[in-house]
């Protein structure tokens, strides 16, 4: 082998399998931002193993500034949904008022959507180490759960550093993604280790947190464990 050839491969050697792995934004990729979540809500019953999901995946996949989708199965009452991560507000919107709909429709069913400001929230996420920013949780999820509260408060107003380290403590917590409403609701999407952690929370510890507040709620609880493969198939920060 010549000298420069020798040295060409060295070099390579080195960069592929010596370095540290580079991520996609050191190497010039670009991943795109979560700047809006949503979440839907199918009023069906319908088991998840019967939902088509191969076939819709790539059909969500494709819509306008997509980044990610964990797949929702309703515990008790096998709703179907999701929680949705996009680039921006504008295509969130898009989402939810052109596609949404239309697909819907042709189930004949009704449906629940909601949009969420993901710019606000970062900060108090990234805290609850939420896998939509970055957090990396120490288990597989067993269940999901969804909040939100009946009420108007800007994001900047929710005293969060004060809630966060009472939220960690809450048995079975894996992360937290805060949620900020576009008219200003507040709510959360929860990943914990088992049902009965989940079942705990929403039925019996969150109702009190809406009392003191003189709040109604909206609260659901999802089986994480039959989404898995669905999700992963789109983009899930839960399942990776």
Request: no cysteine; charged share 20%.
């Amino acid at each position: 082998m010549k000298p420069t050839i020798a040295i060409k491969f060295i070099t390579l050697f080195a960069t592929v399998f010596l370095m540290p792995q580079l991520s996609f934004a050191e190497v010039g990729e670009k991943i795109p931002m979560t700047k809006a979540f949503v979440y839907t809500e199918v009023q069906n019953s319908v088991p998840f193993g019967q939902i088509p999901w191969a076939k819709r995946n790539p059909v969500i996949s494709s819509q306008a500034g997509f980044i990610s989708k964990t797949w929702l199965s309703g515990l008790g009452n096998n709703s179907v949904g999701g929680i949705y991560s996009f680039d921006s507000m504008e295509n969130a919107q898009k989402y939810v008022t052109e596609f949404f709909p239309k697909a819907v429709s042709k189930q004949g069913v009704a449906h629940t959507t909601r949009i969420f400001d993901a710019v606000v929230t970062e900060e108090a996420s990234r805290d609850m180490n939420s896998p939509h920013f970055g957090g990396a949780i120490p288990t597989k999820p067993g269940a999901f759960v969804y909040t939100e509260l009946q009420i108007t408060l800007l994001f900047a107003d929710v005293p969060w550093q004060e809630r966060n380290p009472v939220l960690k403590k809450i048995p079975g917590l894996l992360s937290k993604t805060w949620l900020s409403g576009v008219n200003n609701t507040i709510g959360g999407f929860y990943a914990f280790d088992t049902i009965e952690n989940a079942k705990h929370f929403a039925i019996e510890e969150f109702p009190k947190t809406a009392a003191k507040m003189n709040a109604a709620v909206y609260t659901r609880i999802f089986d994480a464990s039959v989404v898995e493969e669905a999700s992963r198939g789109m983009h899930s920060p839960f399942f990776q």
